[in-house]
């Protein structure tokens, strides 16, 4: 089956500092590349959507200056978290779609800001 | 609003028991829907997906059951294992541009021995 990754698995920062978190889809070319974070016992909530390429589209209240995507290749996304805060510990998960529109999940980052 | 309702919230169960999970979904147009299993501080795996005219599928010890007219659907786990303690979501994916998922908030499953 398809396989994502993201890396790290879970990161420490101290407030202030700007933390870069890497989704890669192992063995298939992913045209869209989906970023969610998850809140204990919450669902997940979608932030932002990119296709390789282009801009990333972001979800009403997810602010773009704060979260920076980059989907620069068909195997890869970057989220960097700039200026993290203490609010923004949290679960990332991304996701990796290719041809047939079925979304595979990454393993997701334990982020937590200090 | 397209909104999925889960239930239970949590559920624990003794280890070789069945249970099934519920899932209720008011999502519009519909495409498929789909349950995952989350294990803690992991990323959802899929166990199933569905589209509007399949009514059940299965996957091992799981069952999905669908009824796309009362927008209901559960999941069904046969002699659990203590592995089956997990989180698992029901995602409705609605026919928009691009890929949109709704997300249940998940039942938490704990088997114990």
């Known amino acids: 089956g398809a396989v994502v990754s993201q890396h790290p698995s879970r990161v420490i920062c101290k407030s202030g500092t700007s933390v870069k978190i890497e989704c890669r889809s192992l063995?298939?070319?992913?045209?869209?590349m989906f970023w969610y974070r998850q809140f204990p016992k919450q669902s997940l909530m979608l932030m932002a959507t990119?296709?390789?390429?282009?801009?990333?589209?972001?979800e009403q209240g997810v602010e773009k200056d704060k979260f920076l995507i980059n989907h620069a290749s068909l195997t890869l996304s970057t989220l960097t978290v700039t200026s993290a805060h203490p609010e923004d510990s949290s679960f990332y998960i991304c996701?990796?779609?290719?041809?047939?529109?079925?979304?595979?999940f990454g393993p997701g980052t334990r982020l937590t800001v200090l | 609003k397209n909104q999925v309702e889960q239930s239970p919230q949590s559920l624990i169960i003794l280890e070789g028991k069945n249970c099934t999970l519920q899932?209720?979904?008011?999502?519009?147009?519909?495409?498929?829907l789909r349950w995952y299993k989350q294990d803690t501080g992991r990323g959802p795996v899929s166990l199933t997906i569905?589209?509007?005219?399949?009514n059940t599928k299965s996957n091992g010890r799981y069952t999905a059951t669908l009824d796309a007219d009362t927008k209901q659907s559960s999941l069904h786990i046969t002699a659990s294992q203590l592995s089956d303690s997990a989180s698992y979501i029901c995602?409705?994916?609605?026919?928009?541009?691009?890929?949109?998922?709704?997300f249940g908030k998940g039942t938490t499953l704990s088997v114990s021995s």
């Open positions: 995602v409705v994916s609605a026919y928009q541009a691009g890929t949109a998922l709704i």
């Open positions: 899932c209720n979904y008011t999502v519009s147009p519909f495409s498929n």
């Open positions: 063995d298939f070319q992913a045209t869209t």
């Open positions: 996701s990796a779609s290719g041809r047939r529109d079925e979304q595979f």
């Open positions: 990119s296709n390789e390429g282009s801009k990333a589209t972001y």
């Open positions: 569905m589209t509007f005219s399949e």
